[in-house]
């Protein structure tokens, strides 16, 4: 079947204006995962989805940064009045949610670039 | 917190020759430890993680507690195996949320 999709594919936007990222999981999959991927920073956990339990937000760099997963299914990752140091590629990946070794599967990432 | 380290930002070899990418981690306990993978244009995916003590293309990597490393490894590098490496970690009996380290971009020589 289809894998984890994001759009759009490439963003570029002037500092100050909000974006928004789309995450479309694998069918079926409950667990959600958003990760950033910068030259500073490597691979960052952003914030994680599991079914209808309160999402972890631990990862997320700013208040800037807000995520919401409706119905279950799709999520979006909303950055707000963005700063150059938003530039990065992010990241989501969805699995089956029944433990903690399940394989996480990546879609091929948002690249976000903050002029 | 935990913490992974990739020692080598870049690694080269000649093809048929062995090839190791390092990684340690720390972490109060015993973490569950995963390399990932991403070839060039294509996206990140799972080669191996510890607990399926697997061999996948050839790669194998062996959990040493003591040095908490976690070193990929193949005796025979081939051209297609250059990419971009990641390990990573996630604590047991979590939702498998990863940390990573840093990255090794390997690049195998004909």
């Known amino acids: 079947g289809a894998g984890v999709s994001q759009s759009p594919s490439n963003k570029v936007t002037e500092k100050g204006k909000d974006v928004e990222l789309r995450c479309d999981p694998i069918s079926g999959h409950t667990a959600l995962y958003w990760y950033r991927q910068s030259l500073g920073q490597g691979l960052e956990f952003l914030i994680y989805f599991q079914g209808n339990s309160a999402p972890d937000k631990s990862g997320l760099p700013s208040d800037r940064f807000s995520a919401e997963r409706t119905g279950g299914s799709v999520s979006t990752l909303t950055i707000q009045r963005t700063q150059q140091e938003d530039s990065a590629v992010y990241l989501c990946?969805?699995?089956?949610?029944?433990?903690?070794?399940?394989?996480?599967?990546f879609g091929p990432g948002t690249r976000l670039t903050v002029l | 917190a935990q913490r992974v380290t990739q020692p080598e930002k870049l690694l080269s070899v000649f093809k048929g020759a062995p090839v190791e990418l390092k990684c340690n981690y720390s972490y109060s306990g015993s973490p569950e430890l995963f390399w990932y993978v991403q070839y060039s244009r294509q996206r990140l995916q799972l080669l191996l993680r510890h607990i399926s003590r697997e061999s996948i293309k050839g790669f194998t990597a062996d959990l040493n507690k003591g040095e908490t490393s976690f070193h990929l490894k193949k005796p025979f590098a081939q051209e297609e195996d250059s990419a971009m490496y990641y390990c990573?970690?996630?604590?047991?009996?979590?939702?498998?949320?990863?940390?990573f380290g840093q990255g090794t971009i390997l690049t195998v020589h004909p």
């Open positions: 990573a970690l996630t604590p047991p009996l979590s939702y498998g949320k990863l940390t």
């Open positions: 990946a969805s699995s089956s949610g029944q433990g903690t070794t399940d394989t996480q599967y």
